[in-house]
């Protein structure tokens, strides 16, 4: 990826997870450069049509080699570059699921064009969307308790601050409390 002023990218956000999925995919290379080499070769060589010594030419067996080391590279670095566009965006998501942890509710994820889990995106900026509202509707109800209690109308205040609980605990409670 290219560098931007400023900005530092990284292609290994999570390396436990990306590695994880690197070892499968060259794993994945591997077998396959063998079972196609098997695949082509086998038929030609059991139909005479392709006479191999009992030990193979030394150009051959690098052209083998080059071919699976070749292939393996190929593999793991398309799937570090996919494994980047999932975790990347995950990464982003789990910032913002702590910057809304220390109270700033009002935080988005913002996702490349490239990256997957677009849908993720938009329920997460939805819900603190809901969010921000929510808090916005109870700051309105606390000036009208405030409102309340200025015009010494005392129990039309304890009514909205008893409405106000009630709102937060059913915010809290999960639906097993509530059934």
Same mark, same amino acid.
């Given at each position: 990826? #290219?560098? $931007?002023?400023?900005?530092?990218?990284?292609?290994? =956000?999570?390396?436990?997870?990306?590695?994880?999925?690197?070892?499968?995919?060259?794993?994945?290379?591997?077998?396959? $450069?063998?079972?196609?080499?098997?695949?082509?070769?086998?038929?030609?060589?059991?139909?005479?049509?392709?006479?191999?010594?009992?030990?193979?030419?030394?150009?051959?067996?690098?052209?083998?080699?080059?071919?699976?080391?070749?292939?393996?590279?190929?593999?793991?670095?398309?799937?570090?570059?996919? $494994?980047?566009?999932? =975790?990347?965006?995950?990464?982003?998501?789990?910032?913002?699921?702590?910057?809304?942890?220390?109270? #700033?509710?009002?935080?988005?994820?913002?996702?490349? #064009? $490239?990256?997957?889990?677009?849908?993720?995106?938009?329920?997460?900026?939805?819900?603190?969307?809901?969010?921000?509202? #929510?808090?916005?509707?109870?700051?309105?109800?606390?000036?009208?308790?405030?409102?309340?209690?200025?015009?010494?109308?005392?129990?039309?205040?304890?009514?909205?601050?008893?409405?106000?609980?009630?709102?937060?605990?059913?915010?809290?409670?999960?639906?097993?409390?509530?059934?």
């Amino acid at each position: 990826m #290219k560098k $931007t002023r400023g900005k530092k990218y990284l292609f290994m =956000v999570n390396r436990e997870f990306q590695l994880k999925y690197l070892r499968y995919a060259a794993m994945v290379g591997f077998v396959s $450069t063998f079972v196609t080499a098997f695949i082509i070769l086998y038929p030609l060589y059991v139909f005479h049509i392709l006479r191999i010594p009992r030990f193979l030419p030394m150009p051959f067996l690098i052209a083998m080699g080059v071919g699976i080391a070749l292939n393996i590279f190929l593999v793991a670095f398309v799937s570090l570059i996919i $494994t980047h566009r999932i =975790v990347g965006p995950l990464f982003a998501m789990s910032r913002s699921f702590h910057e809304i942890e220390r109270g #700033k509710w009002n935080s988005k994820v913002h996702f490349r #064009k $490239t990256d997957e889990l677009h849908y993720v995106a938009r329920s997460f900026n939805s819900m603190t969307d809901g969010l921000c509202k #929510k808090v916005a509707l109870d700051i309105a109800a606390c000036g009208d308790i405030k409102q309340a209690l200025s015009d010494n109308n005392h129990q039309e205040g304890i009514r909205l601050v008893d409405q106000l609980e009630r709102d937060f605990k059913k915010r809290i409670s999960s639906d097993k409390e509530e059934a």
